[in-house]
T-cell receptor, first 115, second 113 residues
């Protein structure tokens, strides 16, 4: 298994600002994933981040709004840019279990509230 | 991508066996069936995965009929701590596949004393 930590655990931000969320894994992994979970809803995949290449975004998510960095095999960041109240959500990162794509380990999430 | 359908909610009592069924009529040949558990304020946790027939681990059993158009997660003797949302996912299980891990609405299981 992998242990994943996220920072910050929660934040309250003003409209129009940006927040960068950090995801740290205790082992080297090839793929990292970023999800959004709106209150009371299911998870939606935002993007997949491979080390050394551009992130791949799912339909409805764009790089200008959610830029992702993946500088090494244990770390990734997701930035929520030019925030609006609609961006209030829990943002989670995850990694797969040694190439077993369907078996992922999730971080605790970052609870973001935009005023 | 195969879509999944689960009951929105289920109630049970401590000590009972709980079976949650998921329908996935359009499952593809190379798709696996995976179940996750999510407690409030936590990320989802992998429970079990299978391709066909029956899979059992220390937490649950997964029953998959021959046509694979549905699957049933079985939780033996649930306790209050099993109260959570359970997600059924269907997708490929090979590296490099993107966008296959799609979470449905999940089943909210409430275990009562």
């Amino acid at each position: 298994s992998a242990v994943i930590s996220q920072k910050p655990s929660r934040d309250i931000c003003q409209r129009g600002t940006s927040l960068t969320i950090q995801c740290q894994v205790d082992s080297q992994v090839t793929m990292m994933f970023w999800y959004r979970q709106q209150p009371g809803q299911s998870l939606t995949l935002i993007a997949t981040a491979n080390q050394g290449s551009e992130a791949t975004y799912e339909s409805g998510f764009v790089i200008d709004k959610f830029p992702i960095s993946r500088p090494n095999l244990t770390f990734s960041t997701l930035t929520v840019s030019n925030m609006s109240p609609e961006d209030s959500s829990i943002y989670l990162c995850s990694v797969d279990n040694r190439g077993s794509y369907n078996e992922q380990f999730f971080g605790p999430g970052t609870r973001l509230t935009v005023l | 991508l195969a879509k999944t359908t689960q009951p929105i909610s289920m109630d049970s009592y401590e000590g009972q066996e709980v079976n949650i069924t998921c329908s996935h009529n359009n499952i593809a040949t190379n798709d696996y069936i995976t179940w996750y558990q999510q407690f409030p304020s936590q990320g989802p946790r992998f429970i079990i995965q299978g391709y066909k027939t029956k899979v059992t681990n220390e937490v649950a059993s997964l029953f998959i009929p021959a046509d694979r158009k549905s699957s049933t997660l079985s939780l033996p003797r649930v306790s209050l701590s099993d109260t959570a949302v359970y997600y059924c996912l269907v997708g490929g299980n090979y590296g490099g596949s993107q966008g296959n891990l799609i979470f449905g609405k999940g089943t909210k299981l409430s275990v009562k004393p």
